[in-house]
């Protein structure tokens, strides 16, 4: 018995079974930078923080990324909770963070995914725009629009509650919003002006996303969703296979329902939010991997916590939902260490 031996092949084991897909490309962009041209679909800010903390884990970029990921997540949720709480109540706050966490995309929160880093930003803004920081939540918004694209939306956020919390008539010589916009882009700018340095092209990292049939184009929102609900064949099996499976069909089938039911119940910025990143999800030729961007648009989770809460059967309502959730988790999570496309 090599005790050493048996702890390298626990990990190796680990690491195998929790890095997958996009992992691996966030591991290779921090090792090797950008290059490969179609990296460049990738959003550098959580790379960059790996890359320059990994020498605290033996320059184990993976390892890294877990620790931080898990980290994120943790204030995430705290994030979250406090926003809910003191825009709601303290039940659905309580009911938000357990719909959260028994969500079958949890998974992505736990590896070297920008889920965990982008919610925590995003929560965080939102807590500093309640509270009218607005220099704050510009500096955030900075660091959510070099995560991920959809980061981009708190400048147009912050701008609209800005104004919103304004004694009107504004004065135009209030210049204080512009500068709070352009600082608010700045994440986004620097990557931009990166990509047209090294590749000639500001707006590279929508022309690297061609290597993707999936995210080549755009088409009318929710064309392939109402082509899914048109062609919806439900199979049961118990054999894990690669076929794609529902999971980014049925999330965007319960978002979309939610905001009918009940998107004039969250707070306009909230909304307003929601509505942007189900919009840029919808016009994506295909609905695959949909599941884990809408699963960091945390209004979702506030929408489906108000509905079981104003149910007159809330609580077996919510242990049917929470049932579902759990046993769908497990069913992504067997799929994702077997090494299966999780939806």
Same mark, same amino acid.
């Given at each position: 018995? !090599? /005790? ?11 690491? +195998? &079974? ?7 490309? $966030? ?7 950008? &290059? ?23 320059? @184990? ?8 990921? !898990? ?6 949720? *705290?994030?979250?909770? @406090?926003? *809910?709480? +003191?825009? =709601?109540?303290? #039940? ?16 992505? $929160? ?11 930003? *995003? ?21 959510? &629009?070099?995560?991920? @694209? ?14 919103? !919390?304004? %004694?009107?008539?504004? #004065?135009?010589? +209030? ?37 993707? /049939? ?9 064309? +392939?969703?109402? %082509?899914?609900?048109? @062609? ?18 049925? $999330? ?12 004039? #119940?969250? %707070? ?22 949909? &599941?884990? =961007? ?20 809330? #609580? ?16 992504? !999570? ?10």
């Amino acid at each position: 018995m !090599n /005790p050493i031996k048996d702890l390298n092949d626990f990990l190796y084991i680990f690491k +195998d &079974s929790l890095c997958k897909w996009d992992c691996w490309i $966030y591991t290779l962009i921090t090792d090797t930078g950008y &290059s490969k041209p179609w990296f460049c679909a990738f959003f550098p800010l959580f790379p960059l923080i790996v890359k320059n903390l990994k020498i605290l884990f033996n320059g @184990n970029a993976f390892y890294t990324a877990f620790i931080l990921s !898990n980290l994120f997540c943790f204030f995430a949720v *705290v994030f979250l909770y @406090n926003l *809910v709480k +003191d825009v =709601y109540s303290e #039940k659905v706050a309580l009911y938000t963070i357990v719909f959260f966490m028994a969500s079958p995309t949890i998974l992505f $929160y736990s590896t070297f995914y920008t889920e965990s880093l982008f919610l925590m930003l *995003v929560t965080l803004f939102f807590l500093l725009i309640n509270n009218k920081k607005w220099f704050y939540s510009a500096l955030v918004a900075a660091l959510a &629009s070099a995560t991920r @694209n959809a980061g981009i939306f708190l400048s147009f956020i912050l701008v609209f509650e800005y104004f919103r !919390n304004q %004694k009107w008539p504004v #004065k135009l010589s +209030d210049y204080r919003i512009i500068l709070y916009f352009l600082i608010s882009v700045t994440g986004l700018i620097s990557f931009m002006i990166f990509l047209k340095l090294k590749y000639d092209d500001f707006f590279y990292f929508i022309k690297a996303t061609q290597n993707w /049939p999936e995210r080549n184009g755009f088409t009318f929102p929710l064309w +392939d969703f109402l %082509k899914w609900l048109k @062609n919806i064949t439900v199979t049961f099996q118990f054999k894990i296979t690669h076929d794609r499976n529902n999971l980014s069909f049925i $999330y965007i089938l319960i978002t979309v329902l939610l905001i009918f039911w009940g998107i004039r #119940k969250i %707070k306009a910025d909230q909304a307003i939010f929601l509505l942007m990143v189900v919009l840029i999800i919808s016009v994506q030729p295909r609905i695959i991997s949909c &599941s884990r =961007y809408l699963s960091s648009a945390f209004p979702v989770w506030i929408l489906l916590a108000l509905f079981v809460v104003e149910n007159k059967r809330e #609580k077996l309502l919510y242990k049917i939902i929470i049932f579902l959730m759990l046993f769908w988790q497990f069913y992504m !999570n067997y799929r994702w260490v077997a090494g299966y496309w999780v939806d």
